[in-house]
């Protein structure tokens, strides 16, 4: 009698613990990179409103007359910056503390300073950011 051995043609049992611990390496590598892209894209919309919140106060600061912009002074405030385009709720706007410095480097020119300083959460762990900008302002007396 002639037997005819039949091979399988399934996966062993290694074969398939191999590939479930390299899918899941895989997909926790893709979770992650996600979860890093979401933190990122938060901070970069904060960061753009805070520079849109400093943009307004320079051009508010632009506004008055050179001898009404008061010397040597820093002024601190507590902002809100509208985080969802809602005016009437503030539960998810971003709080910060927004801090405009003025200086005369000459009696020409003043040199104004804003600074927003607000706290950002990343993974758990709280992070203070900061966005700078400033401008001179010229005097009247500087066209002539």
Excluded at 89 to 118: C, E, F, I, R
């Amino acid at each position: 009698m002639i037997t005819k051995r039949i091979r399988s043609r399934g996966f062993t049992l290694t074969e398939v613990v191999v590939a479930v611990c390299l899918l899941t390496i895989v997909w926790l590598a893709a979770i992650n990179i996600m979860v890093i892209s979401a933190a990122s894209g938060s901070l970069a919309k904060h960061k753009a409103q805070a520079q849109y919140k400093i943009q307004q106060t320079i051009e508010a600061t632009r506004r008055k007359t050179f001898s009404t912009i008061t010397n040597g002074v820093t002024v601190t405030n507590n902002e809100s910056i509208d985080t969802k385009s809602t005016p009437d709720s503030t539960a998810d706007d971003l709080k910060g503390t927004q801090t405009v410095t003025v200086t005369t480097p000459n009696v020409y020119y003043k040199k104004v300073l804003v600074q927003l300083t607000w706290n950002e959460s990343f993974f758990g762990r709280r992070k203070s950011v900061s966005e700078y900008a400033g401008t001179f302002i010229a005097s009247d007396q500087q066209a002539n």
